[in-house]
Nanobody, 125 residues
Framework: QVQLVESGGGLVQVGGSLGLSCAGSGRSFSRDIMGWFRHAGGKERELVAAISSGGTTYYADTMKGRFTISRGNAKNTVYLQMNSLKPEDTAVYYC???????????????????WGQGTQVTVSS
């Protein structure tokens, strides 16, 4: 059974930091694009950051300079370090895998085949 399991969400104050982890199992994700999406109430799910098998990264404009995506050595784990958090970062964060692209980072939700269950991040002011 293929799974992506996120961890590390929680409550943090404005300006604080939080690190998310996503562990994949059931297959190798080493050749896949791994991404972090988020879904806030009343908004569409959006791509926050993504990383290719070779380490190329993508960040949404509002996350640049604040968020960092990385992969574990075995590449079945992906991390998202979030700094300088704002109330508008409050959302459910999902880990996802695009199994059809190893190098080109695609941003569409439909491009990602496997999804985690999500982890809540709440930034309080």
């Amino acid at each position: 059974q293929v799974q992506l399991v996120e961890s590390g969400g929680g409550l943090v104050q404005v300006g604080g930091s939080l690190g998310l982890s996503c562990a994949g199992s059931g297959r190798s994700f080493s050749r896949d694009i791994m991404g972090w999406f988020r879904h806030a109430g009343g908004k569409e799910r959006e791509l926050v950051a993504a990383i290719s098998s070779g380490g190329t990264t993508y960040y949404a404009d509002t996350m640049k300079g604040r968020f960092t995506i990385s992969r574990g050595n075995a590449k079945n784990t992906v991390y998202l370090q979030m700094n300088s958090l704002k109330p508008e970062d409050t959302a459910v964060y999902y880990c996802a895998a695009d199994t059809q692209s190893a190098w080109k980072i695609r941003r569409g939700i439909g491009e990602y085949k496997y999804w985690g269950q999500g982890t809540q991040v709440t930034v309080s002011s």
